[in-house]
């Protein structure tokens, strides 16, 4: 008769903030043990006083290394969402987004999607040759082509239109009506009676606010809260490697996810240990008083 096979079980990973690099502090975690990964690097040139500044031509060399780490420690079912901007160079917009798409699905990620953040009130600005950013990409990858989703939990109302389209409907609304141009599109408006909720597009309308005003990258709570909300559920747990002041650890834990932050400034650090430490600890540690960001230093979200 043989021996019963060994379980080995993981130990529970639970919410912390780590000091250091993601690239070295991740090494410590098992494979497999994160359900989203949800995060804004610092991109190419900026964030140099805090983080050192990554020109565009190396910017994927830096970050593959710490993608193969994401992608060990991402669960089958886990997500990431990347959210990242191009800049502009010499009157031009840099590859380096587009390089690091193709290098990502090289390593092994499928880029599942592309979401769009529209900043509704995105910073003024006039250039020669362009005009002012009012989006972002949060771009999505996964490991495999079946992984969490919670629709549902996304779904936003039906708006005013439902009221009036949908009170009177004609004869072409209650069948599958096919397109009068000779497209693929058919519709059948009777199946929107009865809904107050519809699900929305892969555009997120979101105010560029945070929390702390001394931030200047305006990274609001709604944008992670949405796809947490979207890819993971209760006491799941999300990671932000490159968590900044923690707005991803904080959302996680209001939704009532686990979190994991790591960052390599130690003030930003301390900020998401606060955050991720049980209240009954909050209130034993001695407040400090706050003190204002100077004026020519980076503070990150």
Not at 68 to 77: D, H, T
Not at 89 to 103: D, K, P, S
């Amino acid at each position: 008769m043989n021996a019963p096979e060994a379980v080995y079980l993981l130990p529970a990973i639970e919410s912390n903030a780590h000091h250091g690099d993601c690239l070295e502090i991740l090494k410590q975690y098992p494979g497999d043990c994160i359900d989203l990964i949800v995060t804004s690097p610092p991109y190419a040139d900026q964030r140099a006083t805090t983080y050192g500044g990554i020109k565009p031509d190396n910017y994927v060399e830096w970050f593959l290394p710490r993608a193969e780490q994401f992608l060990r420690v991402l669960k089958p079912s886990g997500s990431f969402i990347l959210n990242i901007k191009e800049k502009a160079v010499n009157g031009e917009r840099h590859t380096y987004v587009l390089e690091l798409i193709l290098a990502l699905r090289k390593q092994g990620w499928l880029w599942t999607e592309e979401y769009i953040w529209h900043k509704k009130n995105c910073f003024p600005g006039k250039w020669p040759n362009r005009f002012r950013d009012a989006w972002e990409r949060c771009l999505h990858f996964t490991k495999q082509r079946h992984f969490k989703m919670n629709q549902d939990a996304v779904k936003v109302p039906m708006g005013d239109w439902a009221q009036t389209r949908l009170k009177s409907l004609g004869k072409n609304d209650t069948v599958r009506y096919e397109s009068q141009v000779g497209n693929a599109f058919a519709k059948n408006i009777a199946n929107w009676q009865g809904r107050d909720l519809a699900y929305p597009t892969n555009v997120l309308h979101l105010a560029t606010e945070c929390g702390n005003k001394q931030h200047s990258a305006a990274y609001p709570s709604a944008l992670p809260r949405w796809f947490i909300k979207l890819f993971t559920d209760e006491g799941d747990v999300v990671l932000d490697p490159f968590a900044g002041s923690g707005t991803s650890l904080q959302t996680a834990i209001e939704l009532g996810r686990k979190s994991i932050g790591i960052d390599i400034s130690q003030e930003f650090t301390d900020m998401c240990l606060e955050i991720v430490s049980p209240p009954q600890n909050r209130l034993l540690e001695p407040k400090n008083a706050y003190v204002a960001a100077k004026k020519n230093k980076t503070v990150r979200r």
